[in-house]
């Protein structure tokens, strides 16, 4: 007996934006009611945004549980999954650690640890390029446009 | 005959004042790295440059704000063509056909005819202000809340017609779109609407979406790839176009550059909806329709003409009546008030000979934007061609400051960050990120405008079949949405019969 192969990305976005619609739909009834006579209210618009992406992502749902064929969707393997998801820690740890150590070193220390994750092994190609780049961003925009970039707090004080 | 006499006398002033070209031309080549630069975008770059004007002459302060924003405006075409990581919200609509011709090779051709057709469309928004100023601000002028609730669905209802494959996940993509950019305070009631007691969601984060929907989820995609240390070989062996291809696709051009006009001429109005509708009327008419979105030249041409169409457009009913026609315009107005100069309907009659001088420089900076853009692409491809080992990096740390800059907010990068991972996921399943962004700037203009027009009637609907131009708005819009669908409905039945 064959079993059905399902793509279960597919299934997840589905899901996700079905449990999103759900939510801001039962969300807006927690907004005050107005009740003027010449508006809607300020839960019409989102009730009728999250209603109808409740009901497409059903539908979608619906569609990609009876295909019948399975399109030619992209997968990645498990090596090319866990390089993305290492970018993505990267990132999210870079952000932590601008408030203590300010945008210049977390930029540095997250270019550096991105150039290795994609195989860049020289020692000198990686200081040197991330001080022409950080170098760069220093310039552009605390010398010429004039935007401060948080020096963080362990150098505050 | 009178404002073609003055048109000269501008261009005089101008040559006899070389001070005011060179800033003008700089000021073109500022805007263009602005625009290039994830995050940065010409409001940003006209209101960063704002207070340096202050103090100078008044012909090189304006032409200065206008050069940046017409730079802008065509520089996020670059990296929305060679990464599809379009610079500005209004590139978004160029990236689609894009990089889907750099992918097939032909990044020259795309390169070369968006800055051809950002300058077509620029230099017919600037005639259209020089000669017909009174007339299009009158027009634009019957525009209320009823005709900007449906120009707003008109757009939305673009969105199936970049939806690509599946109509299905382009609505679902736009719904998504509409329902985050209710995020933020009521535009009636002032009520914070998903904010959950977080003052940072009080408005919607547009721009962080955006650059984490495309820069982020692109540099995803690339980072799980191999060969990340070979170069990117992005072959341009010409960027101009012959003559007899620019002749072919010379009525699209002044198509769009018009519509672009049109659109910018209506206050509220900008340079990423002119994008769109002029993308979505190429589209309309082509006999290729099916290709858009696959690597269509007239794609690009469309959305860049139309962007830049919109640069004149704007301008209109800022200098005729005092009411800016988008956000860059909006921050021109407080140029003009440092400058001494009240706009309105005077200002044509008492500073005639300055309006008319800015309009000729208008022209010179849109001919320096074509020298500057074609002779200095192949230096920016061989700069982005660079392996994906340096560029991701580059292209991620300028994600993060870029955003940053926006509101000085860490939370921003945050936003970033989530919509990168989630539209580098829903990339994965076709699903098209277009739809979000167009939301996301639709949305809350049909909204706020329903609501007001609702308010001037008391209550009552007919607004949308009383007025006119509503109501052809409305039925193209129903009619732009109802047909994809049909004709889909209408081959997959005839795929079955046979």
């Known amino acids: 007996m064959s079993s059905k192969k399902y793509d279960y990305l597919s299934l997840f976005i589905y899901i996700f934006f079905l449990l999103i619609g759900i939510g801001a739909a039962i969300y807006t009834k927690t907004f005050p009611q107005f009740n003027l006579s010449n508006d809607i209210g300020n839960e019409s618009f989102?009730?009728?945004?999250?209603?109808?992406?409740?009901?497409l992502c059903l539908l979608g749902l619906l569609s990609e549980i009876f295909k019948k064929n399975q399109q030619n969707n992209i997968t990645l393997s498990t090596k090319q999954l866990l390089k993305t998801f290492v970018a993505i820690l990267l990132n999210v740890i870079t952000v932590f650690l601008i408030d203590f150590i300010g945008f210049y070193l977390s930029s540095f220390i997250f270019?550096?640890?991105?150039?290795?994750?994609?195989?860049?092994?020289?020692i000198y190609i990686l200081?040197?390029?991330?001080?022409?780049l950080i170098g760069f961003i220093y310039f552009l925009f605390q010398e010429l446009l004039n935007v401060p970039l948080p020096i963080g707090l362990i150098f505050e004080r | 005959m009178e404002n073609i006499e003055l048109l000269l006398q501008g261009f005089l002033n101008l040559f006899t004042n070389p001070m005011a070209l060179i800033f003008g031309v700089f000021s073109i080549f500022l805007g263009v790295i602005l625009g290039v630069l994830p995050g940065l975008t010409a409001t940003m770059g006209v209101a960063i440059l704002l207070p340096f004007t202050f103090g100078m002459d008044s012909i090189i302060a304006l032409l200065m704000l206008s050069g940046v924003f017409f730079g802008g405006i065509y520089g996020g075409s670059i990296t929305a063509i060679l990464l599809n990581i379009p610079g500005t919200p209004a590139a978004a609509a160029t990236a689609a056909d894009g990089y889907a011709l750099t992918q097939k090779g032909k990044a020259g051709l795309a390169l070369g005819f968006a800055t051809i057709s950002s300058v077509v469309g620029g230099i017919i928004s600037v005639i259209i202000l020089t000669f017909m100023s009174p007339i299009l601000a009158n027009f634009a002028l019957k525009f209320s809340a009823p005709e900007n609730f449906a120009l707003a669905i008109f757009?939305?209802?673009?969105?199936v017609g970049i939806s690509g494959k599946s109509i299905l996940k382009g609505l679902i993509a736009g719904v998504l779109g509409l329902l985050v950019a209710t995020i933020g305070l009521d535009p009636m009631t002032g009520y914070p609407r998903f904010t959950f007691g977080n003052n940072e969601l009080m408005t919607v984060p547009f721009i962080p979406v955006m650059i984490g929907l495309f820069a982020g989820a692109e540099v995803f995609k690339s980072i799980s790839e191999s060969n990340q240390v070979q170069r990117n070989h992005i072959q341009i062996p010409k960027v101009v176009p012959k003559i007899k291809e620019i002749r072919q696709h010379t009525p699209l051009m002044t198509k769009s550059g018009l519509i672009g006009a049109f659109i910018g001429s209506i206050p509220g109005a900008g340079a990423d909806i002119a994008a769109f509708v002029s993308y979505n009327e190429a589209k309309r008419f082509s006999k290729f329709k099916e290709y858009f979105g696959l690597g269509r030249i007239e794609g690009v041409i469309s959305a860049e003409a139309g962007s830049n169409g919109c640069t004149g457009g704007a301008m209109l009913p800022m200098l005729s009546l005092g009411i800016p026609g988008d956000a860059v315009t909006a921050v021109m107005l407080g140029a003009l008030t440092l400058q001494g100069l009240q706009p309105g309907p005077l200002l044509f009659k008492e500073h005639s000979e300055l309006l008319f001088t800015l309009f000729a420089g208008m022209f010179i900076c849109y001919i320096a934007l074509l020298i500057i853009g074609l002779s200095s692409l192949r230096y920016l491809v061989k700069l982005l061609s660079m392996p994906k080992a340096y560029l991701t990096p580059i292209i991620l740390t300028l994600c993060l400051v870029g955003t940053f800059a926006i509101n000085n907010s860490i939370f921003d990068i945050g936003v970033m960050l989530v919509a990168g991972v989630i539209g580098y996921l829903i990339r994965l399943r076709d699903f098209p990120?277009?739809?979000?962004?167009?939301?996301?700037?639709?949305?809350?203009?049909?909204?706020?405008?329903?609501?007001?027009?609702?308010?001037?009637?008391?209550?009552?609907?007919?607004?949308?079949?009383?007025?006119?131009?509503?109501?052809?708005?409305?039925?193209?819009?129903?009619?732009?949405?109802?047909?994809?669908?049909?004709?889909?409905?209408?081959?997959?039945?005839?795929?079955?019969?046979n």
């Open chain 2, 433 to 497: 990120v277009s739809p979000i962004v167009l939301a996301m700037i639709m949305g809350p203009m049909a909204e706020s405008n329903f609501r007001r027009a609702l308010a001037l009637y008391n209550g009552s609907v007919e607004f949308l079949y009383t007025r006119p131009i509503t109501f052809t708005l409305l039925m193209i819009a129903i009619l732009t949405l109802i047909l994809p669908l049909v004709n889909r409905l209408y081959q997959h039945i005839k795929k079955l019969n």
């Open chain 1, 127 to 132: 200081v040197l390029f991330n001080i022409g």
């Open chain 2, 155 to 159: 757009g939305l209802s673009i969105i």
């Open chain 1, 46 to 55: 989102p009730l009728i945004f999250s209603i109808s992406l409740s009901i």
């Open chain 1, 111 to 122: 270019s550096i640890s991105i150039m290795l994750l994609l195989g860049i092994r020289n």
